[in-house]
């Protein structure tokens, strides 16, 4: 586990390859603001949901300094991350943006793995995340995005406000929906056009 200089656990994983991952989104015009684009995340998140059956579900580009919901999923609809604690973007879809401490995005992401999380309460490490008091969440699906260069530029989750029996079909369902979703981003780079 890491732990801050005083001992305590840190909510964040260190990100050594945080510098070339943002330089990346940059190259791609990925998380830091909203485009055309943002529509098909939103769908994809959408379908995130609807396959895994979970009130939230998001797209999460993730920079050295914050986490951003390219795509997002939320039991209100709304899509504009406000019951997720986001802070404004600064564009027609506020609530975008979200602190490297909250959520488990972040871990995945330095792990370049995916992670499941049945009952975040399970594991003292994610129990202390401040998203299990401020919107309840108690399991956790994650899968990086890794593009063909080998950055993993974020990540895809679904996240339920109660424990999950995710198992094998839940990890395998995340990790095939991040690579259909890496396959639409080489693309989009590609071609030049939009996801």
Request: proline share 5%.
């Amino acid at each position: 586990m890491t732990r801050d200089a005083t001992g305590r656990m840190l909510l964040t994983p260190v990100d050594p390859d945080a510098v070339v991952r943002t330089r990346r989104l940059r190259s791609l015009g990925l998380g830091e603001r909203a485009d055309a684009s943002f529509d098909n995340f939103d769908a994809f998140a959408d379908r995130v949901a609807e396959v895994t059956e979970v009130p939230f579900s998001m797209v999460n580009f993730i920079d050295g300094n914050r986490q951003f919901f390219a795509g997002l999923h939320t039991p209100s609809g709304t899509q504009n991350g406000s019951d997720l604690g986001a802070a404004a973007a600064g564009s027609s879809r506020s609530g975008r943006y979200v602190a490297l401490d909250r959520g488990y995005c972040p871990h995945v992401v330095v792990r370049r793995k995916a992670l499941v999380l049945e009952d975040v309460c399970d594991y003292p490490r994610f129990a202390g995340n401040p998203v299990v008091d401020d919107i309840g969440i108690r399991s956790y699906l994650g899968a990086p995005l890794i593009d063909r260069t080998g950055v993993a530029l974020g990540a895809v989750c679904a996240v339920d406000t109660v424990p999950r029996p995710w198992g094998r079909a839940g990890l395998d369902t995340i990790k095939s929906l991040a690579l259909e979703l890496v396959g639409h981003i080489d693309q989009r780079e590609g071609n030049g056009l939009g996801i």
